[in-house]
């Protein structure tokens, strides 16, 4: 791996626009994949990003539509939402060489296979990504809370050297960077937390100081970290037995106005991720003859919204 990294951010919207910016800052080749009034802006007056973790800069970053443009990179970030995956797989092809690394920073728990089926597992590692940002205005990337972590492993476990290497140069950049030595379990993990925060902040339309003021919420909160708890485990996910008291114990001590992003999108009147969040987890719930009431509700609450 070089000093100096070619990376293209599939997705530079708030997930995106963080940690590719923070790797633009440190002197990375970065272009952000955007569109539409985002694009349009960044081109135009470059990339401004406001966070709480790294404070407030503006980039002056490539930044296009077209992937076919860019060549082959060193490290693809993909942070597409996670209903535009199949687009942004099929278009993300002119992108991927023969020792380019993919890591996801999606909140589901399929695009690593999705990914490793369309351009073979060695390109792929897997990533647990944890922060709360949004594009709040074209051309304008905020963080205002979640810790920015970044956990980086290989799929079939344990670590290597281009992880190693990669966490490093992340680290040097800013970002909360780790290795995970199991990072099947700490995508799972992810997962769990962000059904939660993401189902319950959209389906109540409040942030989680809201929710956890009111024993009703909190309850409906842990039973739906329970329920995904409990799918892990029947994929054989090694999902400690204490998982979901110890999230949501974790969440409570977050910042108050946190509100996850499928909230984020559901208040703005956005597409959101349903069915790749609780959907799933009731779709998987269903095959492993699991009972998911919780995550039923949430999904049912949403499904009229999923377009937005």
């Not at 406001?50 to 076919?68: E, F, Q, R």
């Amino acid at each position: 791996m070089s000093s100096k990294l070619s990376v293209a951010v599939v997705g530079a919207g708030g997930t995106g626009g963080y940690y590719g910016g923070a790797l633009a800052k440190a002197g990375h080749e970065v272009t952000m994949i955007a569109r539409g009034p985002h694009l349009a802006a960044i081109n135009a007056n470059g990339l401004q990003v406001n966070t709480v973790l790294m404070g407030d800069y503006h980039l002056d970053v490539a930044a296009t539509d077209d992937m076919g443009s860019i060549g082959s990179v060193d490290l693809v970030i993909f942070a597409v939402k996670s209903n535009g995956t199949d687009a942004a797989i099929t278009a993300m092809a002119p992108l991927v060489g023969k020792g380019t690394m993919i890591i996801s920073t999606q909140n589901g728990i399929d695009s690593e296979r999705l990914l490793a089926e369309a351009f073979g597992p060695d390109h792929i590692l897997g990533c647990a990504a944890t922060v709360s940002a949004k594009i709040s205005a074209p051309g304008v990337v905020t963080q205002a809370g979640g810790p920015g972590t970044l956990e980086i492993g290989e799929m079939a476990g344990d670590t290597s050297e281009r992880v190693e290497e990669l966490v490093a140069t992340c680290s040097d950049a800013g970002i909360a960077a780790s290795t995970h030595e199991n990072i099947e379990l700490g995508i799972w993990q992810k997962f769990t937390f962000i059904c939660a925060l993401s189902g319950m902040t959209a389906m109540t339309r409040k942030p989680i100081g809201d929710i956890f003021a009111q024993e009703t919420t909190t309850a409906m909160y842990l039973l739906v970290l329970e329920e995904v708890a409990a799918i892990a485990r029947a994929e054989g996910i090694a999902m400690p037995e204490n998982a979901a008291s110890n999230i949501l114990k974790t969440t409570q001590a977050r910042e108050p106005f946190t509100i996850g992003s499928m909230g984020h999108d559901v208040i703005a009147g956005n597409a959101i991720e349903i069915g790749l969040l609780n959907g799933r987890v009731v779709e998987l719930g269903a095959q492993h003859g699991i009972a998911t009431p919780a995550n039923f509700a949430v999904t049912a609450a949403l499904m009229p919204s999923e377009n937005g």
